[in-house]
């Protein structure tokens, strides 16, 4: 039976691999979208050392997903996927091709390939356990997670608050450790039928080169002018989601006097973080064995031969 699903397309790559230049032009050619895939870009704030499209190049190419939530809130995977389906399914419905476009695997995973079913976010009771981590430690809230749920304790680092929040949440509102629900869940068949392309150098040391360039950019620019607008922020820690962010990580920890450095090993600090990311996101793209792999320089044709062929299937 032929698949009758809309079509969308997944533009993923390592950071500072050239997707947001490419996505505008294929948003202006299909006159569709983007569907922002980037754990930094949908908090408010994060502009510099997010390299969050300006307003000039949301005006070419809309982008969905991105200022959704304040730096000092918590936007996860499961957040993700649910605000990322509608506007999806409204492009869909006017006959575009939604453009998901971005370098965060997790939130690729929580939307193409599924979440188990869930309990929703519970401010109040993640209000409750922010209070108790403030006062007893991240560390002891690890091992109560361990204590109701070895597998999560395993798997989850102590120094990952997110998650450490998300499982407790999750076993304190249910009874149930989240592990169970991982296991036990239903996961939907996605309701698109997605074209997966790497964006990516095939020479690594170009990639290098883009990111140490890209944050020099980004210095000239005034990113630690922006770092010192959000410490001035009294609900911001170093521990939230949005400030461990590859360069505001490094970049409040300078500003807080906690190392010696200075401005250049700073910058070279935030540079090798940068690329460590980039190997990260490559490890997790090699995972994903229906994705097409180009370089921006040299496959331009085949890139755009790729996109004439899947929007043509309809």
Same mark, same amino acid.
């Given at each position: 039976?032929?698949?009758?699903? =809309?079509?969308?397309?997944?533009?993923?790559?390592?950071?500072? #691999?050239?997707?947001?230049?490419?996505?505008?032009?294929?948003?202006?050619?299909?006159?569709?979208?983007?569907?922002?895939?980037? #754990?930094?870009?949908?908090?408010?704030?994060?502009?510099?050392?997010? +390299?969050?499209?300006?307003?000039?190049?949301?005006?070419?190419?809309?982008?969905?997903?991105?200022?959704?939530?304040?730096?000092?809130?918590?936007? #996860?995977?499961?957040?993700?996927?649910?605000?990322?389906?509608?506007?999806?399914?409204?492009?869909?419905?006017?006959?575009?091709?939604?453009?998901?476009?971005?370098?965060?695997?997790?939130?690729?995973? +929580?939307?193409?390939?599924?979440?188990?079913?869930?309990?929703?976010?519970?401010?109040?009771?993640?209000?409750?356990?922010?209070?108790?981590?403030?006062?007893?430690?991240? =560390?002891?809230?690890?091992?109560?997670?361990?204590?109701?749920? =070895?597998?999560?304790?395993?798997?989850?680092? @102590?120094?990952?608050?997110?998650?450490?929040?998300?499982?407790?949440?999750?076993?304190?509102?249910?009874?149930?450790?989240?592990?169970?629900?991982?296991?036990?869940?239903?996961?939907?068949?996605?309701?698109?039928?997605?074209?997966?392309?790497?964006?990516?150098?095939?020479?690594?040391?170009?990639?290098?080169?883009?990111?140490?360039?890209?944050?020099?950019?980004?210095?000239?620019?005034?990113?630690?002018?922006?770092?010192?607008?959000?410490?001035?922020?009294?609900?911001?820690?170093?521990?939230? @989601?949005?400030?461990?962010?590859?360069?505001?990580?490094?970049?409040?920890?300078?500003?807080?006097?906690?190392?010696?450095?200075?401005?250049?090993?700073?910058?070279?600090?935030?540079? +090798?973080?940068?690329?460590?990311?980039?190997?990260?996101?490559?490890?997790?793209?090699?995972?994903?064995?229906?994705?097409?792999?180009?370089?921006? +320089?040299?496959?331009?044709?085949?890139?755009?031969?790729?996109?004439?062929?899947?929007?043509?299937?309809?």
């Amino acid at each position: 039976m032929h698949d009758q699903r =809309p079509l969308a397309i997944a533009l993923m790559g390592p950071t500072a #691999s050239g997707k947001t230049a490419l996505a505008v032009d294929w948003a202006q050619q299909l006159d569709t979208q983007v569907i922002s895939v980037d #754990s930094a870009l949908v908090y408010r704030g994060l502009d510099i050392g997010a +390299a969050k499209p300006d307003a000039a190049t949301l005006a070419l190419a809309p982008h969905h997903l991105v200022d959704v939530r304040d730096p000092h809130e918590v936007f #996860s995977a499961a957040d993700f996927a649910r605000q990322a389906l509608p506007p999806m399914h409204a492009l869909a419905a006017r006959g575009r091709v939604p453009l998901l476009v971005g370098g965060t695997g997790l939130y690729f995973s +929580a939307l193409l390939n599924g979440l188990s079913d869930m309990p929703p976010a519970d401010p109040a009771l993640r209000a409750v356990i922010a209070a108790q981590a403030a006062e007893r430690g991240w =560390p002891a809230l690890h091992a109560e997670l361990a204590a109701v749920d =070895p597998d999560a304790g395993l798997r989850i680092k @102590p120094q990952d608050p997110q998650r450490i929040t998300r499982a407790l949440e999750v076993y304190r509102a249910t009874g149930r450790p989240i592990s169970q629900w991982q296991r036990e869940g239903v996961r939907r068949r996605f309701p698109f039928r997605v074209l997966r392309l790497v964006l990516a150098p095939a020479d690594r040391a170009v990639l290098h080169e883009r990111i140490a360039r890209r944050f020099d950019q980004m210095l000239a620019d005034g990113f630690l002018d922006e770092v010192r607008r959000l410490r001035a922020d009294p609900r911001l820690h170093p521990d939230l @989601p949005s400030m461990r962010a590859v360069g505001y990580r490094q970049a409040w920890r300078f500003l807080d006097g906690d190392t010696d450095a200075d401005a250049d090993t700073f910058r070279d600090h935030a540079v +090798a973080a940068t690329r460590q990311l980039a190997k990260r996101q490559v490890t997790w793209l090699r995972a994903q064995a229906e994705a097409r792999w180009f370089d921006p +320089a040299q496959d331009q044709a085949e890139l755009a031969q790729a996109l004439r062929l899947f929007v043509t299937r309809r």
